[in-house]
């Protein structure tokens, strides 16, 4: 669970409704109790184009941690941008 004086980063999951990954990235953030905003990119097209700009990448999920891109759902670097064990 993440601590709750903890004030995270700005965080940004730009998904699709079909993709499993984007789907475990969610669960990973709402269960540690992250908070996090969702961008559907498959309903936002200016969202998709803002989302290839910040990571260079059409697919998903990208997560946009405060500023730092993470392509894919990589646990690891996740975790290292938010501090947690």
Partial sequence: MADK???YPRIIVFTTPTCRFCRATKRYLR??????????VSRD????RDMVRRSGQSGVPVIDIGG?????FDRAKINQLLGLK
């Fill in 5 to 7: 004086k903890k004030k």
């Fill in 31 to 40: 269960e540690r109790g992250i908070p996090f905003k969702e961008v559907d």
């Fill in 45 to 48: 097209q200016a969202a998709a």
């Fill in 68 to 72: 730092k891109i993470v392509v894919g």
